[in-house]
Structures are given as C-alpha cells and as structure tokens.
C-alpha cells in the first residue's frame, strides 16, 4: 500500500485490533478514533476500549469523543486532513459531513457478506441461522446502515462446532488481509464501488445479555446453535434453582420414546444433564456455570446438582 495514502481509522474492540495494526504496517495513520471509556466489573473502573490500548501501543494519536458532531471531534478530523477515513466496528453512525469530509470517502470493514446481516452483530447472527459461510465485505459507506457499494468480499465456511468467539477471531485476521489487498486498489481507481442489492438483505440489531436465554421451546439444533453463537458474551443460559445456570458447550441428540416430552423437561442422557427442546430432542449440556461458581463439566454438575 502507498505510504502516501493518508488514513483517520476508527474502531473500539477487539475485532478491529488486527486491522489498525495492519494498516499500520503499510501507511500512514493520521489518528485513531475510538469511543469513550466505559465503567467495567464491579468496581465500576473505567476500562479503555482495546483499540484504544493497541493504537496507543503503536504510538498513535487517540481522540474519543462521545458523539462525533461535537465541535472539536470534527475540527480535528479536519485538521487531520484524511485522504480515506477506515471503520471497523466503531459503534457510532457516521453522518454525512463525515462521511464526505476524505476525498475518498468511508471505507468499512463489515463481518458478513453484505446484504446479508447488515448491523451490529452479524457474526452471532450468521451463526444462529445456521449459515453455511459467511465473510468480510469491504465497502464504501452511505448515509444507510452497511448499504453502501461494495469494493470486496471474501468468504469462509463456518464450522459445525465454531463460536462467536472462535468466528470472530477469524473474520478479524480475514478483514484485515482483504483491507490491505482492496484499500491500495480502491485509491488508485482500479476498484469501482459496486451497488448493493437489496435482494436477501436481512439485519441484525446490537446484542443484550437477554438474547443468551434459552427458551425450551424451540427445537435443541436452534438452541445448540445459540450456546455456540453467545460464546463468549452475552453467554447462554437459563433459570435453575432460583440463579442462572450458564451454558458453555452443548451438543443435540434423540432417542426415540413413545411419549413426548414436554419442552424444558429435564433428563440424564448418558451421564450428562439434557433438556428436551420443542422437537423433543435433547439439548445436552457438556458445560455449565452456575451461579457464583467455575465452569465446570457437565458430569461434576450432575455430581452435586439436587433435583435435576
């Protein structure tokens, strides 16, 4: 990539680490734009966003404004004066003054295949629809939420057994390649922006700790499926004896009976604690948390589990 290119990045998790260090490596980063730091744990100690801590590590220059409109945030990124301004993950909707203030626009790094799973949380999303692959998109930012034309895509399957974490990771290391191969051809014309099609655009909304309960009444594949998308965070779980019993690795299985269970009946199956889903197979808990404890093998949660 041409050490000229002149780059404002903004990111704030661990998603874009990868891709600022990238950038990095081959031009110049004006500064990094990230959000605020926020109270974490108990304490209520102001943890910095990761983009913060690796643009910091590489010696950049970090703003973090609250909302973009405010007045300094936008004179410094005119007094940066980008040739390109590069989003991966920031959590704020950029408006249109920024998206028009480079000569070259908003290029973002999106992890899914636009339009599939437009929004905020389309690695969790693709992986609860059961998807067979998905992948990064490169595209130019308009005034919609990841409608903007595409420069690039790249795919990838997704594993029977992969979770949003392990899929995050992947899709980090894959944006990171793609932006380095697209970014130079963009900026020297030889890549043309590409018109979404609005043709199976689907969209995915910000994640809340709600979306990791588990609700027995549907079929244990879907449940399986959201065990494995909530890992890490929000986490899957459930109400059991008055707390809540986190699920960290699940599988499915059947056995034939004559009579149906009713959804969230509980059983043993082969050693380890099962709930039945609304298909009457078995969601089978390989890895629990409860409350206040260690994770812990499902087998050691039968061992001092009462009344399962």
């Known amino acids: 990539m041409t050490s000229l ?25 004006l500064g990094v734009v990230t959000q ?7 304490g209520g100690t102001l943890k910095p966003p ?7 590590r590489l010696g950049l220059p970090v703003i973090q404004p609250e909302k973009l409109r405010q007045p300094e945030a936008m004179d410094q990124l005119r007094a940066w004066t980008p040739d390109v301004i590069v989003v991966a993950a920031f959590g704020q909707i950029l408006r249109q003054d920024v998206l028009e203030l480079p000569p070259f626009g908003c290029v973002n790094v999106h992890a899914s295949l636009l339009p599939r799973w ?4 389309p690695i969790q999303a693709a992986i609860l629809a059961g998807d067979a692959e998905t992948g990064i998109t490169i595209m130019k930012m308009d005034s919609g939420v990841d409608t903007g034309p595409i420069l690039s895509q790249r795919f990838i399957p997704i594993a ?13 290391s894959l944006g990171a390649d793609l932006l380095v191969e697209t970014l130079p051809r963009y900026l020297s014309g030889e890549l043309i922006p590409q018109a979404q099609s609005s043709e199976g655009a689907t ?64 059983t043993i199956h082969l050693g ?15 890895e629990v948390q409860p409350a206040g404890k260690k994770p812990m093998p499902g087998k050691a949660f039968l061992a001092g589990a009462r009344n399962w």
């Open 118 to 121: 437009r929004g905020a949380a």
């Open 160 to 172: 029977g057994d992969e979770t949003g974490g392990s899929l995050f990771g992947k899709l980090s």
């Open 203 to 266: 969209y995915t909304p910000t994640l809340n700790k709600e979306d990791g309960l588990l609700n027995f009444t549907q079929p244990a594949a879907a449940l399986e499926r959201r065990v494995r998308a909530m890992n890490p965070w929000p986490g899957a779980y459930f109400e059991w004896q008055g707390g809540l019993l986190k699920v960290h690795k699940a599988h499915t299985d059947f056995v034939f009976t004559y009579m149906f269970q009713p959804p969230g009946t509980r």
């Open 36 to 42: 605020p730091d926020r109270p974490a744990g108990r």
């Open 272 to 286: 380890l604690p099962a709930i039945y889903g609304g298909d009457n197979t078995m969601l089978v808990l390989d």
């Open 5 to 29: 290119a002149r780059i404002v990045f903004m990111g704030s998790p661990d998603f874009a680490i990868l891709i600022l260090e990238a950038l990095s490596k081959h031009c110049s980063i």
């Open 50 to 56: 990761a983009v913060k801590e690796a643009a910091l």
